[in-house]
């Protein structure tokens, strides 16, 4: 088997052959996967190796909020690097510290503690192990039209089909409505979803509930904002019962709303 390492030197066809023949890629059909091979990026277009230029409507996903080859992502990059590259996590280092205190300075409400993570389901999954264990209490409540990751917990949690294929997943997950049935664009009206959904919880046990999470604006359901009322409502709801409220904002926080997080639109923390 020959190994072919030199940067920069293979065609589209090369870099696609090699990536099917040896990598797995999430979401597809292998057989049927038919990628598009990326040489480089810069501000709102990628290129590949012979030069096509495509738009990049989808900010990856839903990642690069300021454009490819931004000059300060690749210095601070590059001198973090050559600086420290690694320390376990009983080891603290000044980025750790100062992003810390800057995110905490830019949470809603009295929210001041940070938890790291690599990705949006892995946050996921500890905010349902962190609801778990400060609550003592094991169901967690989601929607269907949602998506919060494609690990065994969240996917469990995720209500749209995706998650067919991984079942029977976690156990002691609930569903309650949405506030846009499957094929509509407006939204029930918040009174009524909020009414069925503490119906849901009563049926549960709402003492049994270890949190609700929602997507504070659907994602790739469909975009869906909530309908005036909703989300304090369902802070509400959660207060009444002693239960924790989970926004997972991977699509929608850092500015992509307009505020730094969703949430903050609606005064809910």
């Known amino acids: 088997m020959s190994v072919e390492m030199a940067s920069g030197s293979m065609t589209s066809e090369e870099m696609v052959r090699l990536s099917r023949e040896y990598t797995l890629f999430p979401w597809s059909a292998q057989g049927a996967v038919d990628p598009i091979a990326i040489d480089h990026a810069e501000g709102v277009y990628l290129y590949t190796p012979d030069g096509r230029r495509i738009l990049d409507f989808n900010s990856q996903l839903m990642s690069v909020n300021i454009g490819h080859?931004?000059?300060?992502?690749?210095?601070?990059?590059?001198?973090?690097?050559?600086?420290?590259?690694?320390?376990?996590?009983?080891?603290?280092?000044?980025?750790?510290?100062?992003?810390?205190?800057?995110?905490?300075?830019?949470m809603p409400g009295d929210i001041d503690k940070v938890f790291f993570t690599l990705g949006g389901a892995e946050a996921n999954e500890n905010a349902i192990k962190f609801a778990r264990q400060y609550s003592g209490r094991h169901k967690i409540a989601a929607r269907y039209r949602s998506y919060h990751g494609a690990t065994a917990g969240v996917m469990t949690l995720t209500g749209d089909p995706r998650r067919w294929a991984n079942e029977p997943g976690i156990s002691g997950v609930v569903r309650i409505p949405d506030?846009?049935?499957?094929?509509?664009?407006?939204?029930?009206?918040?009174?009524?979803?909020?009414?069925?959904?503490e119906l849901v919880?009563?049926?549960?046990?709402?003492?049994?509930?270890?949190?609700?999470?929602?997507?504070?604006?659907?994602?790739?359901?469909?975009?869906?904002?909530?309908?005036?009322?909703?989300?304090?409502?369902?802070?509400?709801?959660?207060?009444?019962?002693?239960?924790?409220?989970?926004?997972?904002?991977?699509?929608?926080?850092?500015?992509?709303?307009?505020?730094?997080?969703?949430?903050?639109?609606?005064?809910?923390?």
């Open 179 to 197: 506030t846009h049935p499957w094929g509509q664009a407006e939204p029930r009206p918040s009174d009524e979803v909020l009414h069925e959904t």
């Open 69 to 106: 080859g931004d000059r300060r992502v690749i210095d601070a990059i590059t001198a973090q690097a050559a600086k420290l590259q690694y320390v376990q996590p009983t080891m603290v280092t000044e980025v750790r510290a100062r992003l810390g205190q800057k995110l905490a300075s830019l």
């Open 201 to 269: 919880l009563q049926y549960e046990g709402p003492q049994t509930i270890a949190a609700i999470i929602i997507e504070t604006v659907v994602g790739t359901n469909g975009i869906l904002i909530p309908p005036e009322g909703y989300l304090p409502g369902l802070r509400a709801l959660c207060d009444r019962y002693g239960i924790l409220l989970i926004c997972d904002e991977v699509m929608a926080g850092f500015g992509r709303t307009g505020r730094w997080f969703a949430v903050d639109n609606w005064g809910v923390v």
